[in-house]
């Protein structure tokens, strides 16, 4: 088969196993680039397969030798369709990281779910004994509570007022102006449900019964809150009363895990584009203005070198991890910096269809949501055939 990308909206359709083969080893590379790190040795990473979250299992691996367990809910190719990303992401990687010697096994299935935990558990119990580090990194539109049974569907919407700001359609490079009415509480709600800390606490309190947890264990979730040019549609919006949700949870994760000398963490990561961060007004065209001025100061990062920095700098640093006066760790430090603001706010309100290209970064932005799907990679031939059909070495 031949796979070329199929945009439709804000996702892609097809994904390129090569491609994203290749994408994980540059992320690999990076980090064996970097040094080593005397990090976790047995890691369990709940949304392994793309961004943060595979990022950070690849820090894990490549850097600390850790053995890493892996859950993600992706598909895998039929006779119509290729495989999701994360799949072949998820396939590349266990298949590096037995080539280099490490343990890693994966989970497909829905991490909100009790059968997966339980699962997990066993793995766990079976192969590494106890946990010493939990990624929590998930991002799914869409939650069935374990218990109620009750479905819940997030919204990207403002609260108390309709937003109109502008926004962009990056593959047309089409800037336009855009209202969305605000949220009603069920929605608040729902959205707090899926994106939440609600199934991370489940996950840590499930594996702290089942005696699965180091002592000095520590657990991570990934946030993102953004300048005050993002604020009405995201940290003031639904999402971000998710996120404030998240933070609180840490906060009484804290107080159950001292029993173990445990410790949750709310990472606050910087902006860069996700197949999340794609369906979000506004945000597409923050991040391409934001990349261009990042870049031209030296200062951009992607997941990996984010990733690598707070396992380097923060988590397993020989100094306690710096936080901020609300207890997050800021590895959106270099993006919230001032002159990198001000540098935004004075572009945003000239930006029109007609100069985006001028003032902002809009390929490079483009190029990276290609990447998510395993296109635009150096060194891979897209019009060579391809067998779409590959296997994740540790699901039988």
């Not at 299935?109 to 009790?114: E, H, P, R, T, V």
């Not at 935990?117 to 069935?144: F, H, N």
């Not at 065209?285 to 261009?292: A, W």
């Not at 001032?338 to 902002?360: F, G, M, Y």
Request: charged share 25%; aromatic share 10%; with cysteine.
């Amino acid at each position: 088969m031949i796979i070329q990308p199929k945009i439709r909206g804000f996702i892609c359709t097809t994904a390129h196993p090569e491609g994203c083969k290749q994408a994980v080893l540059e992320q690999i590379n990076y980090v064996k680039s970097h040094g080593a790190i005397a990090g976790p040795k047995n890691v369990l990473v709940i949304g392994a397969s793309t961004g943060y979250g595979l990022a950070s299992r690849i820090t894990a691996t490549f850097a600390g030798g850790a053995k890493t367990i892996g859950v993600f809910f992706e598909k895998e190719a039929d006779e119509k369709r290729t495989a999701s990303p994360g799949w072949y992401n998820s396939a590349a990687f266990e298949a590096f990281a037995h080539q280099a010697g490490y343990y890693a096994k994966s989970i497909n299935g829905d991490a909100f779910s009790q059968s997966i935990k339980t699962q997990a558990a066993e793995l766990i119990r079976r192969d590494l004994g106890k946990i010493d580090l939990i990624i929590y990194s998930l991002a799914s539109p869409r939650r069935v509570h374990p218990i109620s049974e009750n479905v819940f569907s997030s919204v990207l919407k403002p609260i108390g007022q309709a937003f109109s700001g502008k926004t962009i359609d990056a593959f047309r490079e089409e800037v336009k102006d855009v209202v969305i009415e605000p949220a009603n509480n069920d929605e608040i709600a729902a959205t707090v449900a899926v994106m939440g800390g609600e199934d991370w606490a489940m996950w840590i309190d499930f594996l702290l019964k089942e005696n699965l947890l180091a002592e000095g264990m520590k657990t991570v979730a990934y946030t993102y809150l953004g300048p005050q040019l993002t604020h009405a549609i995201y940290k003031e919006g639904t999402i971000g009363k998710a996120k404030e949700h998240l933070k609180l949870t840490a906060d009484q994760l804290n107080h159950a895990l001292s029993g173990i000398q445990g410790e949750a963490i709310v990472s606050v990561d910087k902006a860069v584009v996700t197949q999340a961060s794609a369906a979000i007004p506004v945000v597409p065209l923050y991040i391409s203005l934001l990349f261009k001025v990042m870049k031209e100061k030296g200062t951009h990062e992607g997941c990996i070198e984010q990733m690598y920095r707070l396992f380097h700098d923060h988590l397993y640093a020989a100094k306690p991890p710096l936080r901020d006066k609300e207890g997050y760790i800021r590895l959106d430090d270099l993006e919230m910096q001032e002159d990198i603001q001000q540098k935004i706010r004075a572009l945003w309100p000239r930006i029109t269809s007609e100069n985006v290209r001028e003032l902002t970064d809009i390929q490079g932005y483009c190029d990276d949501f290609y990447r998510l799907f395993g296109f635009a990679m150096k060194n891979v031939n897209y019009t060579a055939e391809v067998d779409p059909q590959v296997k994740i070495p540790s699901i039988k």
